[in-house]
C-alpha cells in the first residue's frame, strides 16, 4: 500500500488556524475530518455515551477512528482518543506500507522503508470534536502524535491548556510537544455534549435508596 500526498503538520501551516479562519467551505480539509468526527461523537451519544468522536487522517485518508466506549465497557479509559489509537493499530497491524524517511512520495533516488503503525501515528494529524482531556493529551504526547485538531474546548479535564497544559509543558519524559489547535464545529461540539447531559445517563450507578427508619433517626 503506497501512500501519496502527505499532509503537512507544521504549526505555522496556513492550513491549520487558531478558529478565527472559516472553515465553513464543505471543501475544506477541517470541516471534511472534522465532520467525520462528529458523526462518530453522535454516535456515542445514540450509544449513551459522552458524544465525544475523533479520526486520525493520514495522506488525506482516515487511518483511525473512534468514540467514547466507557459506559458500554466499563472501563474509564475507553475515551475516543484511545479507542481511535487502537483502531488504526488494528488496521495497520502486519501490514508492509511504504514510504521514504521523510514521510514523502517516493522516487528512484530516495529509498523505501517499512512503515510501522507508530510510524503512521507520528506522522498523522488527531481531529476531535472535544478538547483532549489530561490523560488523553499526555498518552497522545507519549506517542509521539504531532497535532490536535479539536472542536470544542474542554473546561473541565481539558490537557491542552483549558485545565492544564499537558500538551505543551516541558515534559521531556512524555516526548516532542503536542500542538493543540482550534478547529472548526465548536458549536456543534458544545451542544451534543449539552443534550448528553441535560439527560439521564443510563450506565451511571443508582443512587441508593435511604431506610425510612434512618431518615427518622
Known sequence: ?????????NASDKYYSDGSESCDSASSGHCVWMRAALDLANEALEAGEVPVGCVFVYNSEIVGCGRNHVNETRNATRHAE???VDDLRKRFCGC???GDGDNLPTSDAQPETQMTANDILRSSTL??????????AAALRILSVPVVVYGCANERFGGCGSVVNVAADRLPS???ELIC???PFAEQSVELLKTFYKGENPSAPCPKK???EQNRT
Not at 1 to 9: D, L, N, R
Not at 127 to 136: A, D, F, K, R
Open 1 to 9: 500500500m503506497t501512500m501519496h500526498k502527505t499532509m503537512h503538520t
Open 82 to 84: 484511545m479507542v481511535a
Open 96 to 98: 508492509a506500507i511504504v
Open 127 to 136: 481531529y476531535v470534536t472535544c478538547e483532549p482531556c489530561i490523560m488523553c
Open 174 to 176: 512524555l516526548g516532542p
Open 181 to 183: 489547535l482550534r478547529g
Open 210 to 212: 435511604k431506610n425510612p
